[in-house]
């Protein structure tokens, strides 16, 4: 029969997941002749045979592919038969204008952990065991294509056994670009304050010992170094918030085990898959009523974030310990992690005991990803290793490049490019030195391995952020203010494909308003081109500006001040007698005249006040805690709500009067209800609040669609009952899918809507 030929063109996350073997092995399979090279635009394969062989193997490409690749199209072409006898691999052919996906890192698969275990295995008790199927990708990566010149494993020549392996189109390692082994590739070192370096698997020996020791080490992982303990030990754990200064914040537990983490959380079946994914994520987890880690591990909090080992190492770590582990950010509190050895040593001197370095350099920084289930939706906290630099599929084709430097805190970064938002990992919060040198270390990669040279440039509004006088400073020839939560609206509508208009419900913290206060409890009308802010929740002052941020008691007072005047010094409440009546006489002041007390609408601040009014905490330690401790003690059981009402005038969007709900919450005070019943009643009401005015909104404008997005939507008992009751009502409803409901996701919005502006 006549022969013929094909070209494909296979875009999508086709490089570094053992593509290139796998099309070998098909075409094998199917007596297919040809080649298969990765190309600075994805993979081509010229493929020659039988029409019904071509077919075949044609039509095998998408259905059996590795289980970490992704095609996105395959794009065909007839070419001359040129009498191929066979199918190979061809070298990389580097493209310099052209770009194509990237894989993030994936954890250890179950083949190369058994390796791991198995005494009669060559790679047994090897840290840095891996194949095609797992192990380092993004984190090494310095250009594309994929190959392992262009890795940091480019150091480290393969032994005989394999190179061997690398060449077979038989073996899983068959061009693994990271593979290794105890003969050739990356190898540990232990190092403490006194006494010699330990290698190998001495090292590993004297960091178990010292974590079973109740001692700090610092590891370097895969995208960066990890403070570790035993969590189940109250007095370490103790020593490293104090040395770390991570005061209250919760710290994330690994086990060896799935088992083991239900012995400590429930789990239901979603967090069961979520827990054991290949991006192994931390998932926060309801704890049990008596489990085995230390009180200090989440104080003050009924969910521990759980992760499973996804590194040989921590494999190793949590079978030869036995214990449950403490693997926080090896940093001190708002810095970047720590990537490299003598890095990590300089940093983390007063932090860590001892330190378990190896020799395989970090090419870019990783944090741990954080997720939780919501009413049987995944909602993501903090996107980092496993799901960038991953990106979200735009319903649109960007007709120029935009960069979009996201916010000030949680801050992420995006490029647009053709049909892709391109959201960066996790970069923390720009108030610093080294996170701004990391924003801009992460982003010049981004540029490079996509091929993105920036036409337009998007901030937030706000005049003093960090990342948006970075921005202004590029002089880019297009520079658009998008405000903050027109950006987290319309982030929330492209993930979800969405181009129409929507009320847009953002609650928040803290985001600069377009009259110059301080939004975060919005309503909006909005598309990609703009918005209408058609309601909001009644604005208070803030006294002291950031500073009523880490003491909520002054917001509460500017509550207190606002609906009682002078009067709520009368009132008899607990609350007042823990204030001090110097700072107190400033704050009324403040609120008085307005000096350094800008208006806020914040939702954020709603609950921290509510927080600190019923006793629940006055200051914080880190962000969110007052509203994530009213959260913790609110009794689920309890149905109650406030009252509130709605101010309007002509010409100016519906204020929701929120004087009635503090006053309803004095009232259960001096009544001396209960903290969990005020505080699950209060919960209450603010759902009420979201879904009644979703419902104002809709019946004036028609508009049935709503995008929920914002910080305050972490909280699950919020967003559960918000998302039920609007779906009740009949809302079609868009969530965040893989963005952070936090202003990790903004940057999306601020690119949407820069684009959209621009062109």
């Given at each position: 029969?006549?022969?013929e030929?094909?070209?494909?063109l296979?875009?999508?996350?086709?490089q570094?997941?053992?593509?290139?073997?796998?099309?070998?092995?098909?075409?094998q399979?199917?007596?297919v002749?040809?080649?298969?090279?990765?190309?600075?635009?994805?993979?081509?394969?010229?493929?020659?045979?039988?029409?019904?062989?071509?077919?075949?193997?044609r039509?095998?490409?998408?259905?059996?592919?590795?289980?970490?690749?992704?095609?996105?199209?395959?794009?065909?072409?007839?070419?001359?038969?040129?009498?191929?006898?066979?199918?190979?691999?061809?070298?990389?052919?580097?493209?310099?204008?052209?770009?194509?996906?990237?894989?993030?890192?994936?954890?250890?698969?179950?083949?190369?952990?058994?390796?791991?275990?198995d005494?009669?295995?060559?790679?047994?008790?090897?840290?840095?065991t891996?194949?095609?199927?797992?192990?380092?990708?993004?984190?090494?990566?310095?250009d594309?294509?994929?190959?392992?010149?262009?890795?940091?494993?480019?150091k480290?020549?393969?032994?005989?056994?394999?190179?061997?392996?690398?060449?077979?189109?038989?073996?899983?390692?068959?061009?693994?670009?990271?593979?290794?082994?105890?003969?050739?590739?990356?190898?540990l070192?232990?190092?403490?304050?006194?006494?010699?370096?330990?290698?190998?698997?001495?090292?590993?020996?004297?960091a178990?010992?010292?974590?079973?020791?109740?001692?700090?080490?610092?590891?370097?992982g895969?995208g960066?170094?990890?403070?570790?303990?035993?969590?189940?030990?109250?007095?370490a754990?103790?020593r490293?918030?104090?040395?770390k200064?991570?005061?209250?914040?919760?710290?994330?537990?690994?086990?060896?085990?799935?088992?083991d983490?239900?012995?400590?959380?429930?789990?239901?079946?979603?967090?069961?898959?979520?827990?054991s994914?290949?991006?192994?994520?931390?998932?926060?987890?309801?704890?049990?009523?008596?489990?085995?880690?230390?009180?200090?591990v989440?104080?003050?909090?009924?969910?521990?974030?759980?992760?499973?080992?996804?590194?040989?190492?921590?494999?190793?770590l949590?079978?030869?310990?036995?214990l449950?582990?403490?693997?926080?950010?090896?940093?001190?509190?708002?810095?970047?992690?720590?990537?490299?050895?003598?890095?990590?040593?300089?940093r983390?001197?007063?932090?860590?005991?001892?330190?378990?370095?190896?020799?395989?350099?970090?090419?870019?920084?990783?944090?741990?990803?954080v997720?939780?289930?919501?009413a049987?939706?995944?909602?993501?906290?903090?996107?980092?290793?496993?799901?960038?630099?991953?990106?979200?599929?735009?319903?649109?084709?960007?007709?120029?490049?935009?960069?979009?430097v996201?916010?000030?805190?949680?801050?992420?970064?995006?490029l647009?490019?053709?049909?892709?938002?391109?959201?960066?990992?996790h970069?923390?919060?720009?108030?610093?030195?080294?996170?701004?040198?990391?924003?801009?270390?992460?982003?010049?990669?981004?540029?490079?391995?996509f091929r993105?040279?920036?036409?337009?440039?998007?901030?937030?509004?706000?005049?003093?952020?960090?990342?948006?006088?970075?921005?202004?400073?590029?002089?880019?020839?297009?520079?658009?203010?998008?405000q903050?939560?027109?950006?987290?609206?319309?982030?929330?509508?492209?993930?979800?494909?969405?181009?129409?208009?929507?009320?847009?419900?953002?609650?928040?913290?803290?985001g600069?308003?377009?009259?110059g206060?301080?939004w975060?409890?919005?309503?909006?009308?909005?598309d990609?081109?703009?918005?209408?802010?058609?309601?909001?929740?009644?604005?208070?002052?803030?006294?002291g500006?950031?500073?009523?941020v880490?003491?909520?008691?002054?917001?509460?007072?500017?509550?207190?001040?606002?609906?009682?005047?002078?009067?709520?010094?009368?009132?008899?409440?607990?609350?007042?007698?823990?204030?001090?009546?110097?700072e107190?006489?400033?704050?009324?002041?403040?609120?008085?005249?307005?000096?350094?007390?800008?208006?806020?609408?914040?939702?954020?601040?709603f609950?921290?006040?509510?927080?600190?009014?019923?006793?629940?905490r006055?200051?914080?330690?880190?962000?969110?805690?007052?509203?994530?401790e009213l959260?913790?003690q609110?009794?689920?059981?309890?149905?109650?709500?406030?009252e509130?009402g709605?101010?309007?005038?002509?010409?100016?969007?519906?204020?929701?009067?929120?004087?009635?709900?503090?006053?309803?919450?004095?009232?259960?005070?001096?009544?001396?209800?209960?903290?969990?019943?005020?505080?699950?009643?209060?919960?209450?009401?603010?759902?009420?609040?979201?879904?009644?005015?979703c419902?104002?909104?809709?019946?004036?404008?028609?508009?049935?669609t709503?995008?929920?997005?914002?910080?305050?939507?972490?909280?699950?008992?919020?967003?559960?009952?918000?998302?039920?009751?609007?779906?009740?009502?009949?809302?079609?409803?868009?969530?965040?899918?893989?963005?952070?409901?936090?202003?990790?996701?903004?940057?999306?919005?601020?690119?949407?809507?820069?684009?959209?502006l621009?062109?």
């Amino acid at each position: 029969m006549a022969r013929e030929r094909i070209r494909l063109l296979i875009k999508g996350v086709v490089q570094g997941v053992g593509f290139r073997p796998f099309v070998y092995q098909l075409a094998q399979r199917h007596d297919v002749a040809g080649f298969v090279l990765n190309t600075g635009e994805g993979v081509v394969v010229e493929a020659e045979g039988e029409l019904k062989d071509l077919e075949r193997f044609r039509h095998a490409l998408k259905p059996e592919a590795p289980p970490r690749a992704v095609i996105e199209s395959i794009s065909p072409r007839i070419m001359h038969v040129q009498g191929d006898a066979g199918f190979v691999i061809q070298p990389s052919l580097a493209q310099p204008d052209e770009f194509q996906l990237v894989s993030p890192d994936i954890a250890t698969c179950d083949d190369c952990a058994a390796e791991v275990f198995d005494p009669a295995d060559r790679r047994w008790r090897y840290p840095f065991t891996n194949c095609t199927n797992c192990g380092p990708r993004f984190t090494i990566i310095e250009d594309m294509p994929y190959d392992r010149p262009q890795t940091t494993m480019k150091k480290f020549e393969m032994c005989a056994d394999c190179k061997a392996e690398y060449d077979n189109p038989n073996n899983r390692r068959f061009h693994a670009q990271p593979n290794a082994c105890p003969v050739c590739g990356p190898k540990l070192t232990f190092v403490a304050k006194s006494g010699e370096p330990r290698v190998k698997e001495e090292a590993l020996a004297a960091a178990v010992e010292m974590l079973q020791a109740g001692k700090i080490v610092a590891l370097k992982g895969l995208g960066g170094f990890q403070l570790a303990c035993d969590a189940s030990n109250d007095a370490a754990v103790k020593r490293l918030r104090e040395r770390k200064h991570r005061y209250g914040k919760p710290l994330a537990v690994m086990t060896e085990t799935i088992e083991d983490a239900a012995e400590i959380c429930f789990i239901n079946d979603a967090e069961r898959d979520l827990l054991s994914s290949a991006e192994r994520p931390i998932v926060l987890l309801r704890r049990r009523p008596k489990d085995a880690v230390a009180p200090s591990v989440a104080p003050g909090n009924n969910y521990i974030g759980i992760m499973l080992p996804y590194t040989p190492l921590h494999h190793l770590l949590l079978r030869d310990t036995g214990l449950p582990l403490v693997m926080t950010s090896g940093n001190l509190s708002e810095e970047p992690i720590a990537a490299e050895n003598a890095e990590g040593l300089r940093r983390l001197d007063h932090v860590a005991d001892g330190w378990l370095l190896h020799d395989r350099d970090i090419y870019s920084r990783y944090d741990d990803p954080v997720l939780r289930i919501v009413a049987g939706h995944r909602v993501m906290i903090r996107r980092a290793r496993g799901y960038a630099p991953y990106p979200v599929h735009l319903p649109f084709k960007a007709k120029k490049a935009v960069l979009a430097v996201g916010g000030e805190l949680k801050s992420t970064f995006c490029l647009l490019k053709e049909g892709y938002g391109f959201v960066s990992q996790h970069i923390g919060d720009m108030e610093n030195v080294e996170t701004f040198e990391h924003f801009e270390r992460t982003l010049e990669l981004y540029k490079r391995l996509f091929r993105i040279s920036p036409e337009v440039v998007a901030c937030d509004m706000h005049p003093e952020y960090f990342s948006s006088k970075f921005a202004r400073d590029l002089k880019a020839p297009i520079l658009v203010e998008v405000q903050h939560h027109h950006a987290h609206v319309v982030s929330c509508a492209v993930e979800n494909g969405w181009r129409d208009q929507v009320i847009g419900v953002a609650f928040d913290g803290t985001g600069y308003g377009t009259d110059g206060t301080i939004w975060g409890g919005e309503f909006l009308l909005a598309d990609w081109a703009g918005f209408d802010r058609v309601a909001h929740l009644k604005q208070v002052r803030l006294p002291g500006g950031e500073a009523a941020v880490e003491k909520p008691y002054r917001t509460a007072l500017a509550y207190l001040i606002s609906v009682y005047g002078d009067a709520y010094a009368d009132l008899g409440l607990d609350f007042l007698s823990r204030l001090d009546p110097v700072e107190t006489e400033i704050l009324e002041r403040q609120v008085a005249t307005g000096l350094l007390s800008p208006f806020t609408s914040s939702a954020g601040r709603f609950f921290d006040a509510v927080s600190s009014l019923i006793g629940v905490r006055d200051t914080i330690e880190f962000e969110g805690q007052a509203a994530i401790e009213l959260e913790m003690q609110s009794d689920e059981a309890e149905h109650g709500r406030y009252e509130y009402g709605y101010l309007t005038a002509s010409g100016q969007p519906s204020v929701i009067d929120t004087d009635p709900v503090i006053k309803g919450i004095v009232n259960d005070l001096l009544n001396c209800l209960p903290v969990a019943v005020i505080g699950a009643k209060f919960h209450a009401t603010v759902a009420d609040i979201i879904v009644a005015t979703c419902g104002r909104v809709r019946a004036e404008t028609g508009v049935r669609t709503v995008a929920l997005s914002g910080g305050v939507f972490q909280n699950a008992t919020l967003y559960a009952r918000v998302i039920k009751d609007l779906r009740k009502q009949e809302f079609r409803l868009l969530l965040h899918k893989e963005l952070p409901v936090n202003d990790g996701g903004i940057s999306l919005g601020q690119a949407v809507v820069a684009h959209t502006l621009a062109t």
